[in-house]
């Protein structure tokens, strides 16, 4: 089997001639499960050096050795986009995730609004979704996803040159569209089943870089407005050319 098709993020550096041993838990899945053997290829990145080829040199059932033999593809950043969203039901908080890598968001942060359900997120699983979502979809970079924070506290330390896409379900049906605004670095809000509280509201409008946008004349579930909000933001501002 020559043809690459398997694609695994490692923790390692990626070059010509590197050699790169893999955990306990890759060497599983590429010898135990997909039936890989010493001389396969497969594709390797890892967030700085691109997409490297990279052959099996050594395989066990608990660990072995790859080196790389050519890169791929160099690496791609996304845009300077933070997906910034209240935590929901799990399997949809993962799905967000899941999105957010594969739309290209540059980091994923979840926030505790005043209505937000869950007061607690597993990041190290929320990252690893991360992670299998930038394996799949080809993608050289993997979305940093970061721990549950206060929306209050971000707002309230908010970067001065970041833009904000605030998706307001209060603007449902109204005619408020991102427009004619710049790129560079930017963040997109997405609100908790609840939606936002009216002192949030009033804080977000009072945020000189905040933009008010509204998704079409439908209330979306919070997962459905993830994704369409990085799909404008993308089509106007990001890397869809
Ligand atoms: N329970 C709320 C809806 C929350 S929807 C209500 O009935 O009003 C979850 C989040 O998705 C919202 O906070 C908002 O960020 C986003 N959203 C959903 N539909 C939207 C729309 N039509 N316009 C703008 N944002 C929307």
Same mark, same amino acid.
């Given at each position: 089997?020559?043809d690459?098709?398997? /694609?695994?993020?490692?923790?390692?550096?990626?070059?010509?001639?590197?050699?790169?041993?893999?955990?306990?838990?890759?060497?599983?899945?590429?010898?135990?499960?997909? !039936?890989?053997?010493?001389?396969?290829?497969?594709l390797?990145?890892?967030?700085?050096?691109?997409?490297?080829?990279?052959?099996?040199?050594?395989?066990? &059932?608990?660990?072995?050795?790859?080196?790389?033999?050519?890169?791929?593809?160099?690496l791609?950043?996304?845009?300077d986009?933070?997906?910034?969203?209240?935590?929901?039901?799990?399997?949809?908080?993962?799905?967000?995730?899941? &999105?957010?890598?594969?739309?290209?968001?540059?980091?994923?942060?979840?926030?505790?609004?005043?209505?937000?359900?869950?007061?607690?997120? !597993?990041?190290?699983?929320?990252q690893?979704?991360?992670?299998?979502?930038?394996?799949?979809?080809?993608?050289?970079? @993997?979305?940093? @996803?970061?721990?549950?924070?206060?929306?209050?506290?971000?707002?309230?330390?908010?970067?001065?040159?970041?833009?904000?896409?605030?998706?307001?379900?209060?603007?449902v049906?109204?005619?408020?569209?991102?427009g004619?605004?710049?790129?560079?670095?930017?963040?997109?809000?997405?609100?908790?089943?609840?939606?936002?509280?009216?002192?949030? !509201?009033?804080?977000?409008?009072?945020?000189?870089?905040?933009?008010? @946008?509204?998704?079409?004349? !439908?209330i979306? /579930?919070?997962?459905?407005?993830?994704?369409?909000?990085m799909?404008?933001?993308?089509?106007?501002?990001?890397?869809?050319?």
């Amino acid at each position: 089997m020559k043809d690459a098709k398997v /694609r695994l993020y490692v923790e390692h550096p990626l070059g010509a001639g590197q050699s790169v041993p893999l955990e306990r838990d890759q060497a599983h899945y590429l010898f135990g499960v997909m !039936r890989l053997s010493v001389g396969a290829h497969i594709l390797l990145f890892n967030g700085t050096d691109g997409e490297w080829r990279a052959e099996v040199v050594q395989a066990g &059932k608990r660990a072995g050795e790859l080196v790389c033999v050519e890169q791929t593809k160099p690496l791609q950043m996304p845009p300077d986009l933070w997906l910034i969203f209240a935590p929901i039901k799990k399997a949809r908080t993962d799905f967000i995730v899941e &999105k957010a890598a594969e739309m290209g968001a540059a980091r994923i942060m979840p926030v505790q609004t005043e209505f937000t359900n869950s007061e607690r997120i !597993r990041q190290d699983r929320l990252q690893a979704h991360a992670v299998e979502a930038a394996e799949q979809c080809g993608g050289t970079y @993997v979305p940093e @996803v970061t721990n549950l924070q206060k929306l209050d506290k971000l707002l309230a330390e908010w970067p001065e040159e970041r833009q904000l896409m605030f998706c307001d379900e209060a603007e449902v049906g109204s005619a408020k569209r991102l427009g004619a605004a710049e790129g560079g670095k930017w963040a997109i809000l997405i609100g908790p089943e609840g939606g936002f509280s009216p002192a949030e !509201r009033k804080r977000l409008h009072a945020h000189p870089q905040t933009h008010v @946008v509204a998704l079409g004349p !439908r209330i979306l /579930r919070a997962d459905t407005a993830a994704v369409a909000a990085m799909t404008i933001w993308q089509q106007s501002l990001g890397d869809w050319v």
